[in-house]
């Protein structure tokens, strides 16, 4: 290894040596770690802004990958969490939840994703995973008055190890077919394709657990339900990114000859997300768990995406996700804001008459829930609109019929959402709950945030021909 | 001439810009300023309109988004110039009608609610992208939803979600057809899908999707349950812009993507499209007939009367031989769109009149309204001698030029289609005669309160519309029959 390679990884040391100072000076200064951590983000936007590569390099022994598109979604990163800690902090501040901690384990996890998406073997691939999703489990429990949280961080422990088990298996599976944790020499290695075909199975399994597929899916809502919102904002976003990218690297890079194999499996797994997510979610009062569940439908038409993407190309599924997670990230901000201490705005009837409360609260969360239906002018629609047009062109229209049936179920819930903060009259109790949990750092942020929702969505090029910048044409 | 401004989207975005303006700030006179500003831009767009081509006029091109060959295309022709003309017209009216009609709290949301739809509804008819038409068809049904559920009647947030998941619901077998049609065309241009030619068998898959799409929109039976609740539940505004507009974007989809594209996929199914418009006529007729609220009568009417709109569409088909007869039947059936805008709009504003005096639309709670109010009664019994078809007023026209054209392709259709003559009469003279005429037997009706100043001009503006069309027809068939005679050509170059 060359000392020049170290100038590649300086937004890793960066992230990774500020967590630990944060976490040294945190003991001293209580209330530093908040301002030390949007700096050290900002510190990682313009040192990868300033640097960012024009040709993949490959480093550590191959594993680890520095290029456009690991750049750019890191970037999307260092946005997301910062975007993140501005939001919850009056409600973190409220629950005496203010801590050093919950910056420093949330940055460790953020550096568990930048390992993640840089990874190029196996190896680096599962720590930047476990490193991801240890602080994760703590990040639940922080709260320690409530036994929920304990709950869920328990069901989220032991599911993630199992699915990190199930990924275990399944490479070790592809190391004794290939003899190599190389994605590239995985690729091109003369092997048995039983075995290796085993062992796609098994990582496919592994990464669908993850994202929550649908069979793999029970885990999520439970968990959303169960976090405290600042947190379940964290798990829903930032590691869909990540686990995204090492999900294109190994189809791409490790898989990319079985594609006729895993195209079926994402198809499979897509295809029920979007249906069991979309139904199901109708069942919810808890929009939390609603969410988890509009969660697994977005989930599905992601892995749609990815099921095309062999003929008609990634840029649709990459668009698709960095929108969904913008707009997702978008709506927990506005449940926080209906939050306060000691009321957590948790029921979709804790949003009745939120329009004559919160006018402007209100109608945000209403271009948020109809960008999320994929209603235009929104943004999601054009995410949509790209994965289907992927699925029509691949020559799938009756599976675009299918996807879109299940999407129109789906808006009722977010309509539902709608009809409660606009059709209905809050109750008493709901009229007496002061003013949200938001600075007005943060109300003005979220304001441009799901203002942008609508912007953006008169203009989609402009995220667009990022995605198009970022894959490299 | 050349004109700088880009004249079709200052008609578009204006209104919407504004009525996003009064959300914020609001101001009385606003809405109705915008309306004024609007018909002005939209009489010198008419005075600036070539009628003696069919080509589409001030075209506006941008690129959108290049990367997915999407285009920001806006063209005019005679279809979409009347059909916009009719949009401002009644956004106007509505926006005059709130000044009594509207709580003053509520006012300002209810007429930016319904200047930014008019906006979008331009939009559909300007749009020449595939795209850019689909985002403000689905685009206009976020405002309209709200004005339902918010400002409706006791059932409205039923009736709205009916309306909006119907509406969704066949939408996305119109986003699908587009795609497809996109990806055969490598263009989302509504243009160059008009030179495509696909295949027959995926011309027919595209025409069932498409008439999905489109027939719940406009609202063809059986596909119609969503309208009698929706124009029922929806306040006066709300009933008169779905009936009056919203209804024909369904229609002018069919006459912008289903009869030039897939003339073969239309000709081969021309059948079915006639015998579920000859339903509607006939056997929706009688249902209005035993309607108890008033509004849910001319919520049927109104399906009863877009019946002959896609027949005269689509009975093209029946008559490849004879183009002069088969472009009658489609410019009766444009006809039938503008008259039936006018007129169903003016019925729901009488039926709102009454409702914000009495607070009730059921018909046997009236009787003996013209010993109270002589004016409304007259304006009541011209629009309801429109909604029937008396020859002088608008209504006569269009479905006139349809039997006629359908006499041509059978003389059974022309039956069917004639039975309205007589349905139509039963249910809107028996409507009318238990609300106006009889001796009071309802305390309230005797205290009605007279027509306020706003009315007036409402119902005049409307009447004038009315027998304007119905006594010189020439003046819409004058911008109309270039494309239309166009959209024959297209449809009928199938042998």
């Known amino acids: 290894m060359r000392i020049a390679e170290l100038s590649l990884v300086y937004p890793e040391i960066l992230v990774a040596s500020a967590a630990s100072i944060i976490l040294l000076i945190g003991v001293y200064f209580k209330r530093g770690a908040y301002v030390l951590s949007l700096v050290t983000l900002l510190a990682a936007i313009i040192m990868t802004v300033a640097k960012l590569p024009t040709m993949s390099h490959t480093i550590f022994a191959g594993g680890f990958v520095v290029d456009r598109f690991a750049n750019v979604m890191k970037l999307s990163l260092f946005v997301l969490l910062g975007l993140i800690f501005i939001y919850s902090k009056n409600y973190m501040t409220m629950r005496k939840f203010m801590n050093t901690e919950f910056f420093v384990l949330s940055l460790f996890s953020m550096l568990g994703m930048m390992i993640l998406i840089s990874s190029r073997n196996f190896l680096s691939m599962y720590l930047g995973l476990e490193l991801l999703v240890l602080p994760l489990y703590a990040l639940i429990v922080m709260v320690k008055d409530e036994s929920k949280y304990a709950e869920a961080a328990i069901k989220y422990f032991v599911i993630g190890s199992m699915g990190a088990g199930i990924l275990l298996y399944g490479i070790s599976f592809v190391y004794g077919a290939t003899g190599s944790f190389e994605f590239a020499e995985v690729m091109t290695a003369k092997t048995s394709p039983l075995t290796l075909q085993l062992g796609l199975l098994f990582v496919v399994a592994g990464i669908a657990l993850e994202f929550a597929a649908v069979p793999f899916h029970m885990w999520l809502p439970d968990v959303y339900e169960g976090s405290p919102t600042a947190v379940t904002m964290l798990i829903g976003t930032l590691p869909k990114i990540a686990v995204f990218v090492i999900t294109y690297r190994l189809l791409t890079e490790a898989f990319g000859n079985l594609d006729m194999q895993w195209m079926h499996l994402l198809l499979a797994l897509g295809m029920l997300s979007i249906a069991i997510g979309n139904v199901l979610a109708i069942a919810q009062d808890n929009i939390k768990r609603m969410l988890a569940y509009s969660t697994i439908g977005h989930i599905g038409f992601i892995l749609l995406g990815l099921f095309t993407a062999p003929s008609a190309g990634y840029i649709a599924t990459v668009y698709y996700v960095l929108v969904y997670v913008f707009m997702v990230l978008a709506s927990f901000g506005i449940i926080i804001a209906v939050s306060k201490q000691g009321f957590e705005a948790e029921y979709i009837s804790d949003y009745s008459g939120l329009a004559k409360r919160k006018p402007w609260l209100a109608f945000m969360m209403l271009l948020v829930m109809l960008s999320l239906a994929g209603v235009p002018p929104l943004l999601g629609f054009y995410a949509k609109f790209l994965i289907l047009q992927n699925v029509v062109t691949a020559g799938y229209p009756l599976l675009a019929i299918v996807a879109l049936v299940f999407t129109v179920i789906g808006s009722f819930y977010y309509l539902r959402v709608i009809k409660a903060m606009y059709f209905e009259e809050s109750s008493k109790e709901l009229a007496t709950v002061a003013n949200g949990s938001l600075t007005t750092l943060a109300g003005l942020v979220l304001s441009v945030h799901s203002m942008l929702l609508l912007v953006l969505g008169l203009v989609p090029g402009v995220i667009l021909s990022l995605c198009l910048n970022m894959l490299g044409g | ?495």
Request: with cysteine; net charge neutral; proline share 4%.
């Open chain 2, 1 to 495: 001439m050349n004109i700088t401004v880009p004249l079709l989207s200052t008609i578009i975005w204006l209104p919407i810009i504004a009525g996003a303006v009064m959300l914020l700030w609001p101001m009385r006179y606003l809405p109705i300023i915008i309306s004024i500003i609007s018909l002005g831009l939209c009489i010198s767009l008419g005075a600036h309109f070539d009628a003696s081509t069919w080509q589409m006029q001030h075209m506006e091109n941008m690129a959108w988004v290049p990367a997915l060959k999407l285009n920001y295309t806006l063209g005019v022709d005679g279809i979409s110039l009347l059909l916009v003309l009719l949009t401002v017209f009644m956004t106007f009216l509505v926006n005059i009608a709130a000044f009594t009609q509207v709580d003053k709290k509520q006012f300002n949301a209810y007429c930016a609610a319904f200047i930014i739809m008019q906006g979008l509804m331009c939009g559909v008819f300007f749009a020449l992208d595939a795209v850019l038409f689909y985002v403000f068809f689905e685009a206009m049904m976020i405002p309209m939803f709200l004005i339902i559920g918010l400002w409706g009647g006791p059932e409205r947030v039923y009736a709205t979600f009916k309306f909006i998941l119907y509406t969704f619901f066949g939408s996305l077998f119109l986003l699908v057809s587009i795609l497809y049609l996109g990806h055969l065309a490598d263009s989302f241009s509504i243009l160059d899908f008009h030179k495509l030619s696909v295949g027959l068998q995926a011309q027919r898959w595209l025409f069932w999707a498409m008439l999905f799409a489109f027939a719940v929109k406009v609202p063809m039976w059986p596909v119609h349950t969503w309208l009698p609740d929706a124009h029922t539940e929806a306040p006066t505004g709300g009933s008169v812009i779905l009936a009056a507009i919203t209804l024909k974007m369904g229609a002018y989809g069919m006459l912008r993507f289903m009869l030039p594209v897939l003339p073969m996929g239309c000709a081969f199914f021309a059948g079915p499209v006639i015998i579920l418009s000859l339903i509607a006529i006939g056997y929706i007729g009688l249902v209005a007939i035993i309607q108890k609220d008033m509004k849910k009568l001319i919520a049927y009417s109104s399906i009863a009367h877009m019946g002959f709109v896609t027949l005269g569409m689509f009975i093209a088909f029946k008559m490849i031989d004879s183009e002069p007869q088969a472009v009658v039947g489609l410019e009766g059936a444009i006809i039938q769109m503008l008259s039936h805008g006018l007129v169903s709009g003016a019925l729901f504003f009488c039926v709102g009149a009454l409702y914000v005096r009495m607070h009730t639309r059921m018909i046997d709670e009236y009787g003996g309204v013209a010993n109270v109010l002589p004016l409304y009664a007259a304006f009541f019994m011209l629009f309801a001698l429109a909604n029937v078809g008396l020859p002088g007023t608008s209504g006569f026209v269009g479905e006139f030029m349809v039997i006629l054209a359908s006499f041509r392709a059978s003389p059974w259709y022309a039956f069917f289609a004639a039975t309205t003559l007589v349905l139509g009469a039963s249910y809107t003279l028996w409507m009318y005669k238990r609300v106006v005429f009889g001796d009071i037997t309802n305390k309230l009706v005797s205290s009605l309160q007279v027509l306020t100043v706003n009315e007036r001009v409402v119902f005049t503006l409307l009447a004038v519309a009315i027998l304007l069309i119905g006594v010189w027809p020439n003046l819409l068939l004058y911008p109309l029959h270039e494309p239309a005679t166009h959209l024959v050509q297209q449809m009928l170059n199938i042998r």
